[in-house]
């Protein structure tokens, strides 16, 4: 399955989940998260996101490997979302936002 990673805590652009063609983008807080049961490696989402936060479980980079069994455990607790919405647009957000 496709993993959210750190790039999305306080960010949450958004732009995932317009692409997602089984909805299983999940809304916390501060990030999102991808259902590991519902994901089927479609990759669309992951050119989408201009943080760069979305990883297959296996590309995930080492610091954010716990980020895979945070997904897993979220999803559950969270609201579905497959609309944009607006960005968090904190200032640690911006500061990694990709540039162009
Ligand atoms: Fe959805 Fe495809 Fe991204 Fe998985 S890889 S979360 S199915 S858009
Ligand atoms: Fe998060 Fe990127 Fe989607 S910042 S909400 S994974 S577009």
């Not at 997602?20 to 989408?48: K, R, T």
């Not at 080492?62 to 945070?70: G, I, M, P, V």
């Not at 999803?75 to 919405?85: D, F, L, S, Y």
Request: aromatic content about 8%; charged content about 30%; overall charge negative.
């Amino acid at each position: 399955a496709h993993v959210v990673a750190e790039p999305c805590f306080d960010c949450k652009y958004t732009d995932c989940v317009v692409v997602c063609p089984v909805d299983c983008f999940y809304e916390g807080a501060q990030m999102l998260y991808i259902s590991p049961d519902e994901c089927i490696d479609c990759e669309a989402c992951v050119p989408e996101c201009p943080v760069e936060a979305i990883f297959h479980e296996d590309n995930l980079p080492d610091e954010w490997k716990d980020f895979t069994a945070l997904n897993a455990e979220m999803t559950p607790t969270c609201p579905v979302i497959n609309e944009k919405k607006d960005a968090l647009e904190t200032e640690s957000c911006d500061q990694s936002r990709k540039k162009g």
